[in-house]
């Protein structure tokens, strides 16, 4: 190849093959750059469906998809297979025409320090329960029952309103144990009576086991009770004519204060939400 058909083949080369020339841009004509498309921000009221379900409580959300492709979920009132279907938290949605909520249901054992109240609103500006577990949970728990500011032991908190009104009812035969500490030695007549049943507001309220502390005096006794009514424990005692200086509920329906330091809060586990759940 001569010179000159060397410098035909460099420019054919600088034309047809730009690939190896470098670009070179005037200022103001820099390539013109495609706009990236802005991701869309999730919307907060919303929530996917087998979410929403496991939520409730009725299964896992592995699970909820199965019942979701098996048209077992209805929202509004019309049946819903398709997976990864969003819904409100305002819409109505149910399993087998059972209303489901949306709120991941929770359960914290407190054990309960003295001269903290129990009441939602204490206008009185007295210690509250709720500042104990403040930390526990993003949702409003409310205790279950009642406990005198001065009593202390264990109080169960939920947002689980079915499990509340399960637990609160009368019939639910839930089992109680305290330590109780009287200003004075329990004479074995009285303890007798409690035995047999001491009559209050016209009922007779039944104890399932009444005992002295072992090693200690005889101003402490353990109580078993299943009654539901407030402070029927304390009045109880009043009624005979004692002095209550201590009321310590040790056992509530089968949970204990074991590893729960007073002031301290846990979560309930699997099984014993269960457990709870088929209290009736």
């Given at each position: 190849?001569?010179?000159?058909?060397?410098?035909?083949?460099?420019?054919?080369?600088?034309?047809?093959?730009?690939?190896?020339?470098?670009?070179?841009?005037?200022?103001?004509?820099?390539?013109?750059?495609?706009?990236?498309?802005?991701?869309?921000?999730?919307?907060?009221?919303?929530?996917?469906?087998?979410?929403?379900?496991?939520?409730?409580?009725?299964?896992?959300?592995?699970?909820?998809?199965?019942?979701?492709?098996?048209?077992?979920?209805?929202?509004?009132?019309?049946?819903?297979?398709?997976?990864?279907?969003?819904?409100?938290?305002?819409?109505?949605?149910?399993?087998?025409?059972?209303?489901?909520?949306?709120?991941?249901?929770?359960?914290?054992?407190?054990?309960?320090?003295?001269?903290?109240?129990?009441?939602?609103?204490?206008?009185?500006?007295?210690?509250?329960?709720?500042?104990?577990?403040?930390?526990?949970?993003?949702?409003?728990?409310?205790?279950?029952?009642?406990?005198?500011?001065?009593?202390?032991?264990?109080?169960?908190?939920?947002?689980?309103?079915?499990?509340?009104?399960?637990?609160?009812?009368?019939?639910?035969?839930?089992?109680?144990?305290?330590?109780?500490?009287?200003?004075?030695?329990?004479?074995?007549?009285?303890?007798?009576?409690?035995?047999?049943?001491?009559?209050?507001?016209?009922?007779?309220?039944?104890?399932?086991?009444?005992?002295?502390?072992?090693?200690?005096?005889?101003?402490?006794?353990?109580?078993?009770?299943?009654?539901?009514?407030?402070?029927?424990?304390?009045?109880?005692?009043?009624?005979?004519?004692?002095?209550?200086?201590?009321?310590?509920?040790?056992?509530?329906?089968?949970l204990t204060k074991k590893d729960l330091p007073r002031g301290h809060w846990r979560f309930l586990t699997d099984q014993e939400v269960i457990n709870l759940g088929m209290i009736k």
């Amino acid at each position: 190849m001569g010179r000159s058909d060397s410098n035909k083949g460099k420019k054919a080369l600088g034309r047809e093959g730009g690939a190896f020339r470098k670009k070179s841009y005037a200022k103001g004509n820099a390539p013109i750059k495609k706009k990236t498309e802005t991701k869309q921000k999730s919307n907060p009221d919303l929530i996917r469906l087998n979410k929403y379900v496991a939520n409730s409580g009725v299964c896992s959300r592995r699970d909820a998809d199965i019942y979701i492709s098996a048209g077992n979920i209805t929202v509004n009132g019309k049946a819903i297979t398709e997976m990864g279907h969003k819904v409100k938290k305002t819409d109505v949605v149910k399993f087998d025409g059972r209303l489901l909520s949306p709120e991941k249901k929770e359960y914290v054992l407190l054990n309960k320090p003295k001269d903290f109240s129990t009441t939602v609103r204490d206008e009185r500006g007295r210690r509250n329960v709720n500042g104990l577990i403040s930390n526990a949970s993003k949702s409003k728990l409310l205790p279950i029952d009642k406990m005198d500011k001065t009593a202390t032991g264990l109080l169960l908190f939920t947002n689980d309103g079915e499990m509340t009104k399960r637990l609160k009812s009368p019939k639910n035969g839930l089992r109680k144990i305290y330590h109780i500490v009287l200003n004075k030695e329990l004479r074995s007549a009285d303890l007798k009576k409690i035995q047999e049943g001491v009559v209050l507001d016209e009922k007779p309220v039944r104890v399932q086991d009444i005992s002295f502390i072992d090693n200690a005096p005889k101003r402490e006794v353990g109580i078993e009770i299943y009654s539901s009514k407030n402070r029927v424990v304390e009045r109880l005692f009043e009624h005979l004519e004692y002095e209550v200086v201590k009321v310590d509920r040790v056992i509530y329906a089968g949970l204990t204060k074991k590893d729960l330091p007073r002031g301290h809060w846990r979560f309930l586990t699997d099984q014993e939400v269960i457990n709870l759940g088929m209290i009736k």
